[in-house]
């Protein structure tokens, strides 16, 4: 495997991942932009360039061609990260090598990505509107089905809670009334807009060098007129003087309860390890103690959000058992401030993030993610050189991450029946 990331004029960044071991090319062209009101205009924006271009003006003509090059695809992203909205365009297509009659797959699947994404189905400053309104029935089921999944749509109200006044409060994919105002044109000036000045990373994963990939992009770009910004990947958000606790009712079947913590610390080995021990494993404290031996939950989980400095638990919960299942909460985060964890839970920990890096080149979007967070980070080393960080960690660092967190906020969706 080789890596390597040159940057293009524009602040553009173009990282390619070279394995003999695959078969298919893949590629991802991402464009950063801060969150905000207008997620649901870039989403859009990003969006219907995926499903038709100049050349291939309707979803059946663009399905057709991709079908003909022995079955390639298109699609686009849309994804958040503490601040920052991350829009992608990615595609995928098997490599030269194994065309049956020695077609130029890479250099078609290039002039088809190149084509969507810069001279698109559009005329008079708005995107097709045939090809529009598909893609923003779309959309709107997606947030809908965001909506519909309870348990994400909790995090995603925790989010608002925890990081209200801050761009990271925002859905990353905007709201549903607001997908709903956005129009060809305002999706059109979205798009124009983050041609010019998002942050864009590219990510090339194939078998083999092609150096054509690289140059054709860096040729492309290089015909705007870019402004890239500079985006600030890591923005850790103020802990509330006095936690807050927000409520909502809705028609669900058991409550759920979503605990954000903040934190000031830089250790970020031992705040994912602390996660790890804490609410991330099957053998977990909360898994085993709030669910398991005290059945207080359906789930009790915690995650990171290290571009927030945030550590959040969510859990399924019947409402009668929510103050129980938040004092055991925090009490077995006590637990790990006093120091009340064994090396075992340590070593169940790194065997579970060491599982977890081993995996990392299995498939070409790994990569990408891998190497996409490693950038954000700040530090670009291997999976093996952050596994000999964590194993680094001592117990005392994970005491010192633990004491580190403090209650921000508390979100609770209530059962709307078990209220009346």
Known sequence: MKYNRIAFDGNIGFSSVTDEKFKTNFLIIRFITEMSGR???????????????????????LNEKLSSLYG???????AKRGDLQILG?????????YALDGEDITGEMLDIVCGCLFEPNAADGKFCEDVFKITKKDLLDKIDAEINNKRGYAVSRAYETAFRGE????PRSGTREAAERVTPESAYRAYTELLEKAQVE??????????????????????????????????PSPLKSVPERASEEFDVRQSKM??????ATDDRCALKLLSMIYGETPVSKLFMNVREKMS?????????????GALMVD?????????????????????????????????????SLENAASSVGDTPSSYVSWYFERFCEGNIITPQQLMDEYKAVTRERIVEAAKSLALDSVYLMLNKEVQE
């Open 72 to 78: 390639a695809s298109l699609s686009s992203t849309v």
């Open 167 to 170: 761009p990271a409060e925002n």
């Open 258 to 263: 979503v605990l954000t913590f903040k934190t």
């Open 89 to 97: 365009i990615s595609s995928s297509w098997i490599s030269n090598r």
């Open 39 to 61: 997620a649901a205009e870039n989403a859009m924006g990003i969006s219907v360039l995926s499903d038709s271009s100049s050349r291939y003006k309707t979803i059946a003509a």
């Open 202 to 235: 590219i990510f090339y994963i194939a078998p083999e060098e092609n150096p054509h990939v690289e140059s054709r992009l860096r040729e492309e770009f290089a015909k705007l007129r870019r402004c890239g910004q500079e985006c600030r990947f890591n923005a």
């Open 315 to 351: 859990c399924g919960v019947e409402k009668e058992n929510i103050e129980k299942a938040e004092a055991e909460i925090l009490r077995q985060l006590d637990e790990i401030k006093n120091g009340s964890f064994t090396d075992e839970e340590i070593e169940s920990a790194l065997l």
């Open 296 to 308: 207080l939950c359906y789930y009790c989980a915690s995650r990171t959000i290290f571009a927030k």
